[in-house]
């Protein structure tokens, strides 16, 4: 036997079988590079086998989890102090005492310190918590992530509007080709980001003719966490009749086969030709 281990992938190597494994987090901001925090969930995972004098001679499966993205609570402290100004708070801590007398009423101000025996203006975590419940229902900061795209990037990771990394990732392009009549906010790349998947995967030989490679892929898909709110991550009012309210569940597969056939050529060689059958389906089972 066998083992190596690099940066989150495994190889085992046996008599009979070998194995590949492989741990991986997207991420697309310091809290995705935290492999061990609670608010960092979304991961990939992979196993491929691969069998030594078998017909079956490899199988895999891989599961795909982006729907966490940090959780639901908005990225930053943003919202309308007592005089209706429109208050951005970066980074959730203001050391200035006038500032939020100055932005918020003063009864609520000091019966804050009272109850937590501290002033917002000496405690960072005081501070945090009481941004937290004015404006995040007390949720973490930091949350719903955009993969594949940012603040300062809108069209993300696209070519011709089509995704360049995950193709479960659902570009305005593809969504448009099963909600046509939808009506999207065209906020950000990618309409839907958020999946739960999983692929499994077989390949084989059949006597000395054919070789055959089949793959299924499950998926459920929940969207984004910034385009189910009216005017995206920093808005807790929810879309009318948002698309992906409901989970859409997808079905993909694939079957391809080879036929090899031999010939006798001059020289009495024996040349093997290849005829390839391939049927890619793409099934929506719910809108």
Known sequence: MQLELIKGFGILD????????SYKRPFSDGIGKRYFSNRSRDLYLSAIIALKDKPIKRFSIECMRTDYQCGNGMPDPVGYDKNG????????????KDWYYTHFDAEQIDSWNEAHNSFLWEDSESSYDFFSSWCNYGLDFGGRVLYATNGFYQQGWT??????????????????LYAPNYSWQRLYAYPNTRVIAFTFAAE???GSYFDVLCKITLSNNTGTRGERYVGGQYSWEKMDNYYFSSKKFEFYSLLDVKYKYSQKLIRSHNCYRF????????HKTNN
């Open 159 to 176: 070519v011709n509007g089509l995704c360049m990394q995950s193709p479960l990732f659902h570009s305005q392009k593809t969504v448009e």
């Open 85 to 96: 100004e429109y208050v951005v708070v970066f980074p959730p801590y203001i050391r200035d």
């Open 204 to 206: 084989a030989s059949i």
């Open 275 to 282: 005829r390839r059958f391939i049927l890619i389906n793409r």
């Open 14 to 21: 046996f008599d009979k079988w070998s194995a590949y494994l």
